[in-house]
């Protein structure tokens, strides 16, 4: 079984920071990609950034230059740093990812989400 522990959200002031990490554990053979998404009220749950396993990132044009997506292999986690942040980065922040299991399948998994609230 596999676990994604998330932790860092918040209320934050406009132009405030946060820092969001998720702690992977269970019967992982290799991690792939990680990501976070986020889903605000009332709307689909959007991709905000990604990290492959060789480092190549991806970030939503909504956030890109104001928050930063890190992996720390041997730890099992992924972070994201979120700078500068706006009302409109309201939401559930969810932590993804892919994974191989023992026998080679490609597997997805979601973790709870933890809300982070930017209003002054």
């Known amino acids: 079984q596999v676990q994604l522990v998330e932790s860092g959200g918040g209320l934050v002031q406009p132009g405030g920071s946060l820092r969001l990490s998720c702690a992977v554990s269970g019967s992982i053979f290799r991690l792939n990609a990680m990501g976070w998404y986020r889903q605000a009220p009332g709307k689909e749950r959007e991709l905000a950034a990604r990290?492959?396993?060789?480092?190549?990132?991806n970030y939503a044009d909504s956030v890109k230059g104001r928050f930063t997506i890190s992996r720390d292999n041997a730890k099992n986690r992924v972070y994201l740093q979120m700078n500068s942040l706006k009302p409109e980065d309201t939401a559930v922040y969810y932590c993804?990812?892919?994974?191989?299991?023992?026998?080679?399948?490609?597997?997805?998994?979601w973790g709870q989400g933890t809300q982070v609230t930017v209003s002054s």
């Open positions: 990290i492959t396993d060789g480092g190549s990132t």
């Open positions: 993804n990812v892919e994974a191989y299991s023992r026998n080679n399948l490609l597997l997805e998994y």
